[in-house]
T-cell receptor, first 114, second 110 residues
């Protein structure tokens, strides 16, 4: 499978714990995006990378959230001191980075904070 | 107010019937408009991308239209199948930023 893969698919954690998600984009894609999606809503932009450079972060991304993309390949999204409001689907997408290129999404990591 | 609005919020149709989903946007400057299909528990999958100069584009039984003057787009599904049950999300690219609608939830019943 050469699509975008995300791991884990599901994560249940207790409030206050730290969690880390991984995304492996399509190999030739230089752009990588993280989105958050809650039930009945469209994806909300969190951050994106052009190769290894993090070019933009949403105001939604509080200081408890951090993302990295070392060497411009896979990416990780870490949430520290999780809160119940962090419960959502976290989607990763990659693209070739030109305006006409579609985003290719992974199937997401479903986070539940109890 | 959402800058990309979709209607209806949800829709139920019988298998084999046609349906049309609407998307109105207020954002500018417009670069392109995309429709995505999202199955429950999965990531969105691209259906079409249309630029300012395109007013219709098809992908199998899916046909998207765009009126850049009125800032409206529609997605028409022909001869619906049970597998069309999903959320359909309209997305507008503004400069370098994607603005997502909240989607239309379509259910196709036998």
């Amino acid at each position: 499978d050469t699509g975008v893969s995300q791991d884990p698919r599901h994560k249940i954690t207790k409030r206050g714990q730290n969690v880390t998600f991984r995304c492996d984009p399509i190999s030739e894609h230089n752009r990588l995006y993280w989105y958050r999606q809650t039930l009945g809503q469209g994806p909300e932009f969190l951050t994106y990378f052009q190769n290894e450079a993090q070019l933009e972060k949403s105001r939604l991304l509080s200081d408890r959230f951090s993302a990295e993309r070392p060497k411009g390949s896979f990416s990780t999204l870490e949430i520290q001191r999780t809160e119940q409001g962090d419960s959502a689907m976290y989607l990763c997408a990659s693209s070739l980075g030109v305006s006409g290129s579609p985003l290719h999404f992974g199937n997401g990591t479903r986070l539940t904070v109890t | 107010k959402n800058q990309v609005e979709q209607s209806p919020q949800s829709l139920i149709i019988l298998e084999g019937k046609n349906c049309t989903l609407q998307c109105n946007y207020t954002v500018s400057p417009f670069s392109n408009l995309r429709w995505y299909k999202q199955d429950t528990g999965r990531g969105p999958v691209s259906l079409t991308i249309m630029t300012f100069s395109e007013n219709t584009k098809s992908n199998g039984r899916y046909t998207a239209t765009l009126d850049a003057d009125t800032k409206q787009s529609s997605l028409h599904i022909t001869a619906s199948q049970l597998s069309d049950s999903a959320s359909y999300i309209c997305v507008v690219l503004v400069t370098d930023k994607l603005i997502f609608g909240t989607g239309t939830r379509l259910q196709v019943f036998p």
